[in-house]
């Protein structure tokens, strides 16, 4: 559950308990596009428990439900948007700022998070591009997390117009140096 705090008040007030509980994956599974004289339409094919909670959210994300299922590539952009609670208008509003592509690792657990950052190493706009414990994936399954972890940070970019943090999404640094944690402490390499 997430709460806010009002301004006015001082008082927390729950936000949106359906909108926490269900994913754009989840419901888009459920739904179907149809094609219409106007163009496409979303459709809920879904009629077991909870049906209206489903049926509120596509009237709800009916835009995104639809961009999502036209081009399901784009899929861990719109898991992200929802989960870090950002949209393309709220995304521009980072055009000009300087902006990095942050990793930490715990050599401890072995638990590595990537984000979006400010210059002070501050984690910006909500959730991680990329979470994941290395002594539970594969190489190549890391390798393919490094890669949708650069393309979400890329789609961001693009979406927000931030030139500086497309090049930090192109950089094969980044890979490298991931990598060499990969090497230096996953458990098959020691």
Known sequence: MEFKQELETGTFKMVGTTETTLKIKDVASKCRLVKTDNGVKVELAYTGPNASKYLQYVEKHREELTKYLMNPDEADLYEWLETSHQTAETLKKHEKEKLILYVNFDPDTHKMLTGIADENIT??????????????????????????????????????????????????IVKTYLSEIFDKFHDSAN
């Open 123 to 172: 984690l910006k706009l909500g959730s991680p591009l990329m979470e994941v414990n290395i002594n539970e994936i594969t190489r190549d399954e890391f390798k393919l997390s490094i890669y949708n972890m650069l393309l979400l940070a890329d789609e961001i970019a693009v979406m927000m117009g931030n030139h500086d943090l497309r090049k930090m999404a192109n950089i094969q």
